[in-house]
């Protein structure tokens, strides 16, 4: 069983989510032999929490992970834990600080490795030649790790412009050299206040939109890397004779907000709920041959991944081990209808080192915007959202310090915009309970949380290394 789970993952980028992609032609390909889930929604838009759901089966008011990073409760029932009672060898490639101090839960430490999985890793070489002469033997093989997370690597866009000589045209090489020095040196303050920072750094129109113009380019450019990793860890499973045997399921923690006009923050993913964030990519290919390939059209959540994967394996989580999330497998093996699930998000909250640097006058430009929509550390500023069917809904804080309830419609075609909710409207109604009674739950697992935090200077060195912090 794989779980492939890198970070940063926009699915309207993968050719399984957006047809006109050329650049991803491994998702494509596995795609064809799997299950398409194409309303799933993540939790939150920072790692360490979206992480924590996909391992727990479980949300912040069950898994206590509001910021990160951290360390989970040794209460929770992990993914590894569940596939080793099965008689699974669990193998954890822990590439990400954000998403996994303790996420295998102490099951085989030897095998926590701290880098993503490669396809030639000798020890994964190992695993799959063990899986090739035993075939009594199990193992899970989990991963977590960043190719696609800002700031974007600038250094695989030649290449990827000669593979895709239509992306970005225009974009000259001195262009490139010099918005990419300018975006390396000032992107968080151009994720988290862009207005002031354009302003700040004198930057002309023709400036903003070549700027636009080079960072979609990484973006893809990177992904196309990240395709091609993929690729190569299917390639060497299929390479053993193992391709019918294998469960492989392709998921991300959360999704990314290029540069759109009417949103807070630009190409980021943490303090906002969007669609493009929490909207991210699972797509499961499984040896039953009763799993058909396909589109699946309910939504689902990030709770969801590890009770489908367990019952995709054939066995059903301890029901008292607070898995909050659905077993989709009856579904996908045509035994059931898909549930009509509700899928909840919130935004995260601020940890200290990042407080401590809105307030420092030397970082303080940086973060503007943040500063007026989450002045503090305290939990009543996280925003909630609910997905149900094509309707995203929110409850959100404005720049006035009034909270609002939005809606915005998700059907393919529609415009997306965000509109107020009406009380008066007995659907508007029903959702703006839902967000209340929603938040209300994460306020108070928040209050009662005793959540083991890694300690400062760690996490002060993990923030400064995925670039959340200068």
């Not at 970070?7 to 390909?29: D, G």
């Not at 190992?126 to 977590?144: G, H, M, Q, R, W």
């Amino acid at each position: 069983m794989l779980l492939y789970a890198p970070c940063t993952v926009a699915k309207n980028h993968l050719a399984p989510y957006e047809a006109s992609v050329a650049y991803t032609p491994q998702l494509a390909a596995f795609a064809r032999d799997a299950v398409v889930f194409r309303r799933h929604q993540t939790e939150a838009g920072q790692s360490g929490i979206a992480y924590a759901s996909i391992f727990s089966g479980a949300q912040a008011d069950r898994h206590g992970a509001f910021r990160h990073p951290l360390e989970l409760s040794d209460e929770l029932y992990l993914l590894a834990e569940a596939f080793a009672d099965q008689g699974y060898e669990t193998f954890f490639w822990n590439g990400h600080e954000m998403g996994g101090p303790n996420y295998d839960q102490g099951v085989a430490p030897a095998n926590h490795f701290e880098q993503g999985l490669a396809a030639g890793d000798p020890r994964f070489a190992a695993i799959l030649d063990e899986l090739s002469a035993d075939p009594s033997y199990k193992a899970l093989v989990t991963t977590n790790f960043f190719v696609t997370h800002s700031p974007y690597r600038m250094g695989v866009i030649p290449s990827f412009r000669k593979r895709h000589p239509g992306e970005a045209d225009g974009l000259r090489p001195d262009t490139l050299r010099r918005l990419g020095r300018l975006y390396h040196d000032n992107h968080i303050a151009l994720a988290f206040d862009y207005p002031a920072t354009v302003e700040r750094l004198g930057l002309s129109m023709d400036d903003r939109s070549q700027l636009v113009g080079l960072l979609e380019l990484a973006y893809k450019a990177n992904v196309e890397a990240l395709d091609q990793q993929f690729g190569a860890v299917l390639g060497a499973i299929d390479a053993r004779g193992l391709r019918d045997e294998a469960l492989v399921a392709f998921t991300a923690d959360h999704g990314e907000l290029l540069r759109q006009e009417d949103e807070l923050f630009q190409w980021s993913h943490a303090m906002q709920i969007t669609p493009e964030v929490l909207g991210v990519p699972l797509l499961v290919r499984s040896p039953d041959p009763r799993v058909r390939p396909g589109p699946y059209e309910a939504v689902t959540r990030s709770i969801d991944v590890l009770p489908t994967l367990a019952g995709l394996a054939g066995f059903a989580l301890p029901e008292d081990r607070g898995i909050q999330g659905k077993d989709l497998s009856p579904a996908l093996r045509g035994e059931s209808e898909a549930p009509e699930l509700v899928a909840a998000s919130h935004t995260t909250l601020l940890v200290r080192s990042v407080y401590e640097r809105m307030h420092d006058p030397r970082h303080a430009h940086n973060w503007g915007l943040v500063q007026r929509y989450f002045p503090d550390e305290a939990a009543e500023h996280m925003w909630v959202a609910l997905r149900e069917g094509d309707r995203l809904t929110r409850w959100r804080k404005r720049a006035d310090g009034e909270w609002s309830f939005e809606g915005m419609d998700l059907s393919p075609g529609s415009r997306r915009f965000w509109e107020p909710l009406d009380p008066a409207d007995p659907q508007h109604a029903e959702s703006i309970e839902g967000l209340r009674e929603y938040k209300g739950r994460l306020l108070a697992a928040h209050a009662r949380a005793a959540e083991s935090l890694l300690p400062a200077t760690d996490e002060l060195e993990a923030l400064q290394g995925l670039g959340y912090i200068e």
